[in-house]
């Protein structure tokens, strides 16, 4: 049995007390003493390392509620820096945020194919390391590497079984040793719902169904109050839920699955082959703009009042409807969250969506069920890989080694 010194204790106070910080930006010492069930005199010692170490500062008073004004503390947001990517099927994006979760460098979006790719993941460690020397940032002073990805994911081996193929070694130190930097990795709709727990429109929920509108339809359930990952670390494959015995054929190998129907990828399959049967649509130059993702277009055109965008999407949020109300019968939960990329068209797909969940769930079932539009939208990924680094963060780091 390991038995923990009281330096080893405090250590552990210490990052404890730093992560509330973080997640909750400004606190009393007495609220972080709250928090964690701990004393007031040893949350106070934390805090006061923690200002001694540069990581916590002092935010004066809190405005008065009739007693004393209480000190508020809050995160130093340039003491240490996280590297975040957020990946897709055909791209990925990669930040140096603060811990405020702002960027200090420029995010960029890289195309990247991880279909059959088997240079995928040299050419991912190759950009890690290129984009760190750009930004001018020390490693030192970079707390690890979050990264969100697509795919079969066991976070306890660190391998994910559809992408990135390490020859069976440990992703995060397979990718660690090359960019020598503390990694992580998760499914990308478990980091876009830990993204919305902690910062987003599930903060606070103890159930919530967060769904990952992408090129792809993703899944991150909040059970309890806690990612829910499943047995193997695969809940959450909204993508694959069969809504017809004889529809598309999905890259999955099966017919009528979610994805292959109500997809942004099949939607826009959808209009390309729309415009070329003389569809009217302000999209009919699609082919010859090549500054933004079919997806993309498709998503600003709708927005701007294309009627040929605006049904493709009704379309697909119907489906997506049906969908979540199979999920709904199973989990009933508070809220449901439009996240990720297509969360900018939440406004078009709210009304679908809620029409067929309306008809294909039981009334009782959805009744107090509240449908919400992420405000993290498309940086929701990003931010749960930040998150994923904070979450373990001094695991593998000392906190005197990133000053």
Not at 114 to 123: G, T
Not at 289 to 315: R, T, V, W, Y
Request: hydrophobic content about 40%; glycine content about 8%; charged content about 20%.
């Amino acid at each position: 049995m390991e038995f923990k010194t009281k330096v080893d204790k405090q250590a552990d106070l210490k990052d404890s007390v730093l992560k509330q910080f973080y997640f909750n930006h400004e606190l009393s010492c007495a609220e972080v003493s709250e928090q964690l069930k701990k004393s007031i005199p040893m949350v106070a010692k934390a805090i006061n390392d923690l200002i001694a170490d540069g990581m916590v500062t002092e935010q004066g008073y809190a405005q008065s509620s009739g007693g004393r004004r209480p000190l508020m503390y809050s995160i130093k947001a340039n003491a240490v820096y996280i590297l975040a990517i957020a990946m897709d099927q055909l791209s990925f994006r990669i930040a140096l945020l603060d811990l405020q979760n702002k960027p200090v460098h420029k995010v960029k979006e890289v195309e990247l194919s991880l279909q059959d790719n088997d240079e995928a993941l040299s050419k991912l460690i190759n950009y890690i390391n290129n984009y760190i020397v750009e930004t001018g940032i020390s490693k030192d002073h970079i707390a690890g590497v979050g990264i969100g990805m697509p795919g079969f994911i066991n976070t306890k081996q660190g391998i994910n079984y559809t992408h990135l193929n390490s020859g069976g070694e440990d992703l995060r130190t397979y990718i660690g040793r090359a960019v020598d930097l503390p990694v992580y990795i998760d499914n990308d709709s478990s980091l876009i719902a830990l993204a919305e727990q902690r910062f987003g429109a599930a903060k606070s929920q103890k159930e919530a169904m967060v769904i990952n509108l992408g090129w792809g339809i993703g899944l991150g359930m909040i059970v309890h109050g806690k990612l829910y990952r499943g047995n193997d670390g695969f809940a959450g494959e909204l993508s694959h839920i069969p809504l017809s015995e004889d529809g598309a054929l999905c890259s999955c190998g099966k017919q009528g699955c979610l994805e292959a129907e109500a997809s942004m990828l099949t939607v826009a399959k959808k209009a390309m082959a729309g415009i070329k049967e003389g569809k009217i649509s302000s999209l009919k130059h699609i082919a010859e703009d090549n500054s933004k993702l079919p997806g993309e277009a498709i998503m600003d055109a709708a927005n701007n009042g294309d009627h040929f965008a605006i049904d493709l999407l009704a379309e697909a949020g119907y489906k997506i409807g049906k969908a979540l109300a199979i999920l709904a019968h199973i989990m009933n939960p508070q809220s449901i969250i439009l996240s990720g990329r297509g969360a900018k068209v939440g406004k078009i797909l709210e009304a679908p969506i809620q029409q067929a969940m309306t008809k294909y769930c039981i009334p009782r079932l959805v009744s107090n069920v509240v449908l919400k539009i992420s405000e993290l939208g498309f940086d929701a990924e990003l931010i749960g890989a930040a998150v994923l680094v904070m979450e373990n963060f001094n695991q593998e780091k000392s906190l005197s080694s990133v000053q």
